[in-house]
């Protein structure tokens, strides 16, 4: 969204989203409209922006957590720091939220911002410590991370399971072949 709109100078408006659909997903634009209705987002481009973390990478890392469940554990997670880049104060009209990669500095330490997030990134530094050294990423105080189909929800106001991902994200939508 960043790339294509605002950092280039322009903005999507609530007439420009259904275009803006259409032209990612032609034939199916009707029903990802009706997924994704201007009313349940706070702007155009945070729905655009829903339309693409879904079917660009949410519904695809979910469908492989449970391919790989298949043979192995697999542990996935949500990273929903929803302010995690305010540090960079992008200028974006749209709040850019969690996009992937975001949780990095929040493995690797040194995060400063809300006590939430300097919480937050305690535990996740001891989640992924402790999965590199035994396979299981666990740390403590934190709540149990079970493995898929569970998904690990890891935000500063909490860090709980959820079984609810793929609705979330309308993975039924994604992960079927287009018509």
């Excluded at 500063?156 to 979330?168: G, L, S």
Aim: proline share 9%; glycine share 8%; net charge negative.
């Amino acid at each position: 969204m960043a790339t294509t709109y605002d950092l280039t100078g322009r903005r999507l408006t609530a007439e420009g989203y259904p275009a803006a659909v259409r032209a990612l997903h032609g034939a199916r634009a009707d029903e990802i409209l009706a997924r994704y209705p201007l009313s349940g987002h706070g702007s155009p481009a945070e729905a655009l922006g829903a339309v693409l973390t879904d079917s660009q990478f949410a519904c695809l890392q979910s469908r492989t957590a449970g391919l790989m469940a298949e043979h192995t554990r697999s542990y996935p997670y949500e990273f929903a720091d929803r302010h995690a880049m305010d540090y960079l104060n992008p200028p974006l009209s749209f709040p850019i939220g969690a996009p992937h990669g975001s949780e990095i500095r929040y493995v690797f330490g040194g995060v400063t911002g809300t006590p939430g997030q300097v919480a937050l990134t305690d535990t996740m530094l001891g989640h992924w410590t402790n999965f590199a050294r035994t396979g299981l990423p666990y740390a403590v105080g934190a709540p149990r991370w079970n493995p898929y189909p569970k998904v690990q929800t890891l935000a500063p106001e909490a860090i709980t399971p959820t079984v609810t991902f793929p609705q979330d994200h309308h993975c039924d939508l994604w992960n079927r072949p287009a018509a």
